[in-house]
């Protein structure tokens, strides 16, 4: 087609030293606080945003993006409804994939793992401090649902912003924290020729849950 670019020969060649197995920190959180402190430094748009993939029942995928909220050797924490597409995709498959996509480092860390809820109390910690537009609006949409209209949207946030008299909106309790317990986490390096650096820790049972180091060919 006229003014179409032609994809196959859209590339761009990556120019880093690479990631080698000296370069690694001794263990994943260490080296993601590395990247993230990179990938913050580098005032990249929103570097905690990240693309959470699920499966239903049926092994269908999907995927979006959201932002992080928290992360600590226990894994990474986001929110949403419950009752949004994810959440019922994870109450009966809960295992999900993220991908942090930090191109202009290039580089990308992917990890998969075990889906679990966090507490009441956790995730009262991460409503709170949401400025009162968006706990508004988390409160007002019912997330994932057919709506005739953008006006029936706002609608229902101007009535709840009325009924509530600038009072502090409770959690609702459909809406929460979802931590990523790692199993993986890839650290994805561009590399010239595409040969590309891919070093990945996964966890190892057999060895009480400790971690081993695998590079992966790209």
């Not at 080698?20 to 993601?32: G, I, M, Y």
């Amino acid at each position: 087609m006229d003014g179409v670019p032609d994809l196959s020969r859209m590339r761009r060649d990556y120019e880093t030293r690479g990631l080698r197995e000296d370069d690694l920190a001794p263990t994943w959180v260490e080296q993601f606080d590395r990247w993230f402190a990179d990938a913050v430094a580098a005032e990249l748009p929103e570097p905690n945003a990240v693309v959470v993939a699920t499966a239903d029942a049926d092994g269908a995928p999907d995927a979006r993006i959201v932002l992080v909220k928290g992360y600590d050797e226990h894994g990474f924490v986001f929110v949403t409804s419950y009752a949004s597409a994810k959440g019922a995709q994870l109450a009966v498959n809960p295992r999900a994939a993220l991908v942090f996509p930090w191109h202009a480092l290039q580089r990308q860390v992917r990890v998969t793992g075990r889906v679990q809820r966090v507490g009441p109390t956790a995730s009262d910690d991460l409503w709170d401090p949401r400025p009162r537009g968006a706990q508004l609006a988390a409160a007002a949409s019912l997330q994932s649902t057919p709506v005739d209209s953008r006006e029936e949207l706002v609608e229902r946030l101007r009535r709840l912003d009325a009924d509530t008299h600038g009072e502090k909106l409770p959690r609702p309790e459909v809406w929460g924290g979802y931590r990523v317990v790692p199993d993986t986490v890839e650290f994805w390096q561009g590399g010239a020729d595409r040969l590309h650096d891919r070093l990945r820790f996964v966890r190892d049972d057999a060895e009480g849950g400790g971690w081993v180091v695998q590079r992966l060919a790209p």
